[in-house]
Each structure stands twice: as C-alpha cells, then as structure tokens.
C-alpha cells in the first residue's frame, strides 16, 4: 500500500520547507545583504533608502519568490510562474513583482 499524502501533511511540509529556507534566507539578507549564492552574482538586496532590508521584509521578499517566482514548487505551475516573472523581469528593465511591492532595490554586479 503506496502512501498518500493529504492536505493536512503537503500543508505541514509546506510550512516547514518555509522556515527551513525561508528564515535562513531571511536571515542572511537581512544581516548581509544577500545570500551566497546572490554574493557569487553579485547582487545586493537594498530597501528604498539603500540600507539592508529588515527581516520581516526580507521573509516577506522570500515568501513572495516563492509563491509568485516558484509557485511553492508545484511541478508545471512554477515552470509558468518563472517565466512570467522572467518576462516581467524583462519588461520593467530588471524589476521583479516582488522587489517593487516590497520596494527593494536590487544592485547587480554586472555594467549595463
């Protein structure tokens, strides 16, 4: 007998994929910045003063990656949802939904 997960346990690991990825991340941006993957980019997250974001907004920055950018990691949904993003990444010249609503402002490490 194959186990079924119900919605009561997807929810469950649902929340704690959030606090395990979600705090740490959270948690480095708020301290330094960016994360090191972000770091080996050479990107910088920043609010509208161009100070470090605080944690709640970098959680909320984070929450909203995933649910906008990944869709929480459903298989088709955060293939449709990531190339969403990617055109409106695009179209607003380097702006991401999330970044705007949270007002942060991303440094690249690139020369445009």
């Known amino acids: 007998m194959a186990f079924k997960p119900g919605p009561i346990s997807i929810l469950t690991n649902l929340a704690i994929l959030a606090v395990s990825v979600g705090v740490p991340e959270a948690i480095l941006l708020s301290y330094f910045g960016s994360t090191p993957g ?5 990107i910088i997250i920043r609010d509208s003063k161009g100070q470090k974001i605080i944690f709640t907004e970098a959680l909320a920055r984070t929450l909203l990656v995933w649910w906008r950018g990944l869709a ?3 298989p088709v949904i955060s293939l449709i949802t990531l190339v ?3 055109k409106r990444f695009i179209e607003k ?3 991401t939904s ?3 609503d949270g007002s942060c402002i991303v440094s ?3 020369k445009t």
Do not use: P, S
């Not at 972000?38 to 050479?42: A, Y």
């Open 38 to 42: 972000k770091w080996l980019l050479g």
């Open 72 to 74: 929480i990691g459903i």
């Open 84 to 86: 969403y993003a990617y």
């Open 93 to 95: 010249k380097g702006m």
């Open 98 to 100: 999330w970044d705007r």
């Open 108 to 110: 690249y490490g690139y």
